[in-house]
């Protein structure tokens, strides 16, 4: 147990729909990650927040959106949603927010877009 | 643009034998280098990471890589691999995002790794 929990970790809906992904990092890390695993593209990363800033942006798509709270929770909001948006959807944290620190993946969240 | 290439998509082995994992990275300048370990159902681990000095690593469950600049290689070896080894395996580059240092991790595909009996 890495100490990241994702919610929910199963979620089917249909296209042109609405979702949000929901992620609470480990206890003291400040930064929050998330990466999408499909079968086509891999894993791939689609941004960093650090303390409720945007630190890095990766392969995000328009349609898709993510924030980070005050509590340091964070969540991603993916809408319009297409059938090739199907896949797992992780979330990492770390202390810091440099490339140095070690992330700690959640267990993930597993989209079905129909 | 980084990118990482695991050339072997899936690797079988008995109980026993050693293991090495091929990872070929690119990147214009020094790569921070990171294995990873996914089990089915389950997120990812961090195995062993590399970013300066020693080139050989050591890491977590008996698993050691060794930095080779001049093949643009971190390949993961273990001497002896047992069944709860079988599991999916990834090697990461992380790259500065637009110059700074920021946390972005690229992936390669992967390398799936059946251990027999």
């Known amino acids: 147990d890495s100490g990241v929990t994702q919610t929910p970790k199963h979620l089917i809906t249909a296209t042109g729909q609405r979702v949000t992904l929901r992620c609470s990092p480990r206890s003291g890390d400040l930064s929050v990650y998330w990466y999408q695993q499909s079968l086509d593209q891999g894993l791939q990363f689609l941004i960093q927040y650090y303390n409720g800033e945007e630190r890095a942006k990766g392969n995000i798509l328009e349609r898709f959106s993510a924030q980070q709270f005050p509590d340091l929770h964070s969540e991603l909001n993916l809408s319009s949603l297409e059938l090739g948006d199907s896949a797992l959807y992780f979330c990492a944290s770390s202390v810091g927010q440099t490339i140095q620190e070690t992330q700690y993946f959640g267990p993930g969240t597993r989209l079905l877009v129909l | 643009a980084q990118s990482v290439t695991q050339p072997d998509i899936h690797i079988t082995v008995s109980e026993g034998a050693s293991l090495e994992l091929r990872c070929n990275y690119s990147y214009g300048a020094t790569p921070y280098l990171f294995w990873y370990v996914q089990s089915p159902g389950q997120g990812l681990q961090l195995l062993l990471k590399?970013?300066?000095?020693?080139?050989l690593v050591q890491g977590i469950k008996g698993f050691e890589a060794e930095f080779k600049r001049s093949q643009s290689s971190f390949n993961l070896r273990k001497p002896s691999v047992h069944w709860s080894d079988a599991a999916e395996y990834f090697c990461a580059v992380g790259t500065d995002a637009g110059g700074t240092s920021y946390g972005k991790l690229t992936f390669g595909q992967g390398t799936i790794l059946t251990v027999h009996p």
């Open positions: 590399y970013f300066s000095g020693d080139t």
